[in-house]
């Protein structure tokens, strides 16, 4: 397996061989997206191309000009594709590569149906964001993907929120009140679903320490 970045051209080249229409639709929208918020000049798509040359897996992503956060903004295997690892192993190489570039944390936002692909990997969530999905944004550690876990486990959330924590905090809080029902019941299940992955409260309770010693 390689990673490499494809241009604009390639990438739409890449997805044309995208045979099933959801993991297509996503494909598109994914580039409408950087369309309108990236220029393709500064950043293109990270691919994993398989021993055969073909293209496995996708990542749209972006270090800030500070090296300060790694953001992810679409993750994304198609179909017939999935269940073999080839995410995991483009996020590793993704965050390694940041890692390089002396690159401090990660931040991301989930739908409730990659969480558990998230989880798995030890990442957190902090809350919902403006639109319902699961903020994330944690330190990267010095092992990488696989530094997570252990991370997440052993480190007090204050310290896994450092100096971000009040942009988190404004990131995610009162979010839960613009839901609707639907929306709602959702969010409910997957807090359920996390149980300690789901940290509103542990912020909630840094944030309230935090300002009782300002």
């Not at 739409?12 to 918020?37: M, P």
């Not at 558990?116 to 919902?128: E, M, P, Q, S, V």
């Not at 019941?185 to 309770?205: H, P």
């Amino acid at each position: 397996m390689t990673t490499s970045t494809l241009n604009r051209d390639e990438y739409i080249s890449s997805i044309s061989a995208i045979t099933d229409l959801e993991s297509r639709r996503f494909a598109d929208q994914a580039l409408a997206w950087w369309d309108r918020h990236f220029s393709w000049n500064a950043q293109g798509c990270n691919v994993l191309t398989d021993e055969n040359g073909n293209h496995v897996c996708y990542l749209f992503g972006k270090i800030d000009r500070y090296s300060e956060y790694l953001t992810i903004y679409n993750l994304f295997t198609p179909l017939i594709e999935q269940r073999q690892g080839y995410a995991h192993e483009l996020l590793g190489s993704v965050i390694e590569d940041a890692l390089k570039r002396y690159t401090r944390r990660i931040t991301f936002s989930s739908v409730s149906d990659s969480l558990d692909f998230y989880t798995a990997l030890g990442f957190i969530f902090w809350g919902i964001n403006d639109i319902g999905n699961y903020h994330c944004d944690l330190p990267i550690p010095k092992e990488g993907l696989d530094g997570f876990s252990e991370m997440t486990q052993t480190v007090e959330s204050k310290v896994l929120l450092g100096e971000k924590i009040e942009k988190i905090y404004t990131k995610v809080n009162d979010n839960e009140k613009n839901l609707t029902e639907k929306q709602q019941f959702r969010v409910n299940a997957d807090r359920i679903r996390l149980a300690e992955k789901w940290n509103f409260e542990e912020l909630q309770e840094c944030k309230a320490q935090r300002a009782a010693t300002i």
